[in-house]
């Protein structure tokens, strides 16, 4: 998220792992944190493996591996642009986790595991898919909604002048929590179905596209 701060000219504060940190933009100062609960990450971990998937461990700073060559870990450095630390175990690291991350091109396996993960956590998880090849699990307030409540509070705009855009199963609890909520068109059929409107797809402009006709048309329409 760093590298869009200065392009975007952002002043407000970002939701970090799907809301499990709040920080300003200065990376600095955290506003709120939602870590997982004590012993829970252990168990995460060990249902994740159980599935063959890899695992990463986000704490509010760091990003660690334990394999530098596993599936996508080259594909997230250079979309975060930062690399991970490399570990042999996650042991030490559990006391302050924002997010896990199951990872692995069986697409299938990962949606089996998404679900079987969120049976087994219950109401001491969240748990969604990120992307086809992502298990994103956290606190279970570090989630989109959650993000949508809060920065509601913070910013005092009522949550149905918020508009979200998303494409990922992970964006359906944003898109009950605002008042408009518009999927991307290479969202998958359920999402799409949860959302308010259907923009056209990311290779398409779909994002530019969304803004121009469900946001500022409609904010156009109602001056």
Not at 16 to 35: C, H, K, M, S, W
Not at 173 to 199: C, W
Request: net charge negative; aromatic share 6%.
């Amino acid at each position: 998220m760093a590298m869009l701060i200065e392009p975007l000219k952002l002043t407000q504060p970002l939701a970090a792992f799907n809301g499990g940190v709040l920080i300003q933009p200065d990376l600095a100062t955290v506003v709120d944190q939602n870590f997982l609960p004590a012993g829970v990450p252990e168990q995460v971990i060990e249902s994740i493996e159980k599935h063959g998937l890899d695992v990463w461990i986000y704490t509010a700073t760091d990003w660690f591996v334990r394999d530098v060559n596993g599936p996508h870990v080259a594909r997230e450095q250079w979309t975060v642009k930062f690399p991970p630390k490399v570990v042999k175990s996650f042991d030490g690291l559990l006391g302050r986790v924002a997010k896990i991350v199951g990872v692995s091109d069986n697409l299938e396996g990962v949606a089996k595991c998404e679900k079987d993960v969120q049976e087994a956590g219950g109401t001491h998880i969240s748990a969604a898919r990120s992307q086809p090849y992502y298990l994103d699990v956290t606190h279970p307030n570090a989630n989109k909604g959650e993000v949508v409540v809060a920065m509601s509070k913070l910013l005092n705009i009522p949550a149905e002048q918020i508009a979200t855009i998303g494409d990922m199963p992970n964006d359906v609890l944003m898109f009950k929590k605002s008042g408009v909520s518009i999927a991307m068109g290479n969202a998958s059929a359920e999402v799409q179905a949860s959302a308010t409107y259907v923009t056209s797809t990311n290779e398409d402009e779909g994002f530019a596209k969304a803004i121009e006709e469900f946001v500022l048309n409609a904010r156009s329409a109602n001056a």
